[in-house]
């Protein structure tokens, strides 16, 4: 079992910057992917970022030169750096472990944190 835990979510303005944290327990963290994932109000889960083993990642097109993800093995912690924020990044934003599978589909992902709240303001 894996214990995520997000945090960093809030309120910022259009252009604005934002770091969320998740922050893993459990069993060894090393072994896991991660990914981010969020999900604005009537719309499905949709992929953000994601960072493999040994520290590859793979953007969504919408974030991609905006956002930037990475990981500390040592402190358990995956981040997720927002820049240059948008009202459509408004979001519920979950990290997510996963020990296999393509790094872009939900369904890959084993464990979910409950999620944090961004919001952008125009």
């Known amino acids: 079992q894996v214990q995520l835990v997000e945090s960093g979510g809030g309120l910022v303005q259009s252009g604005g910057s934002l770091r969320l944290s998740c922050a893993a327990s459990?069993?060894?963290?090393?072994?896991?992917?991660m990914g981010w994932f969020r999900q604005a109000p009537g719309k499905e889960r949709e992929f953000v970022a994601a960072i493999n083993w040994v520290g590859a990642t793979y953007y969504a097109d919408s974030v991609k030169g905006r956002f930037a993800t990475s990981r500390d093995n040592a402190g358990n912690t995956v981040y997720l750096l927002m820049n240059t924020l948008k009202p459509e990044d408004t979001a519920v934003y979950y990290c997510?472990?996963?020990?296999?599978?393509?790094?872009?589909?939900?369904?890959?992902?084993?464990?979910w944190g409950q999620g944090t709240q961004v919001t952008v303001s125009s």
């Open positions: 459990g069993r060894a963290f090393n072994n896991y992917a």
């Open positions: 997510a472990a996963r020990e296999k599978g393509t790094y872009y589909s939900p369904m890959s992902y084993d464990y």
